[in-house]
T-cell receptor
Framework: NAGVTQTPKFQVLKTGQSMTLQCAQDMNHNSMYWYRQDPGMGLRLIYYSASEGTTDKGEVPNGYNVSRLNKREFSLRLESAAPSQTSVYFC?????????????FGPGTRLTVL | KQEVTQIPAALSVPEGENLVLNCSFTDSAIYNLQWFRQDPGKGLTSLLLIQSSQREQTSGRLNASLDKSSGRSTLYIAASQPGDSATYLCAVPSRNYGQNFVFGPGTRLSVLP
């Protein structure tokens, strides 16, 4: 099993450009998450999907949109990138929603917005 | 709002030492706590998940304890090895955002050969 995979691994954008971060899991998990990790701020939840067909805002959703394409895939879109969105983005999945279960993380996408 | 802090922020020890990492949280109404490891440039890997009823969980050289009443957890690493060098994060449930985890900032550990 590959676990949780993310593409791309690195990306550089100019301010105002758009892009989509892709995430897929092969563990048949119901729940998926997008986090960002910044120095001194720790990991913060952007959006989550408790089950296929549902998405909800996390702590820092502004400037992002998500799509739960099917049970395996959960994408994160930046419509108009800003320098404040420079960060490392992690996708995660778990069998059940919330913190009742272990979350499995992907390797991350390192995004720089100039 | 649940807040999580970790002390120390960084720690450097010689190989073979036993060490303790600390995690504190402000809202003690939690039902579990989880410790993760993050290697440089990588994602997080779950180490231990402690249910509030368990108070303690062990895996190999790792032992994690949970004291809800004081809002604290400790991760004990016995006989540290250079391969233990990583950042260790604790996470607790939040009352918001679908009861998802709130993460601490992490302790960066370096074990010197």
């Amino acid at each position: 099993n590959a676990g949780v995979t993310q593409t791309p691994k690195f990306q550089v954008l100019k301010t105002g450009q758009s892009m989509t971060l892709q995430c897929a899991q092969d563990m048949n998990h119901n729940s998926m998450y997008w986090y960002r990790q910044d120095p001194g701020m720790g990991l913060r939840l952007i959006y989550y999907s408790a089950s296929e067909g549902t998405t909800d805002k996390g702590e820092v959703p502004n400037g992002y949109n998500v799509s739960r394409l099917n049970k395996r895939e959960f994408s994160l879109r930046l419509e108009s990138a800003a320098p404040s969105q420079t960060s490392v983005y992690f996708c995660a999945s778990s069998g059940t929603s919330g913190s009742a279960d272990t979350q499995y993380f992907g390797p991350g996408t390192r995004l720089t917005v100039l | 709002k649940q807040e999580v802090t970790q002390i120390p922020a960084a720690l450097s020890v010689p190989e073979g030492e036993n060490l303790v990492l600390n995690c504190s949280f402000t809202d003690s109404a939690i039902y579990n706590l989880q410790w993760f490891r993050q290697d440089p440039g990588k994602g997080l890997t779950s180490l231990l998940l402690i249910q509030s009823s368990q108070r303690e969980q062990t895996s190999g050289r790792l032992n994690a304890s949970l004291d809800k009443s004081s809002g604290r957890s400790t991760l004990y690493i016995a006989a540290s090895q250079p391969g233990d060098s990583a950042t260790y994060l604790c996470a607790v449930p939040s009352r918001n955002y679908g009861q998802n985890f709130v993460f601490g900032p992490g302790t960066r550990l370096s074990v010197l050969p």
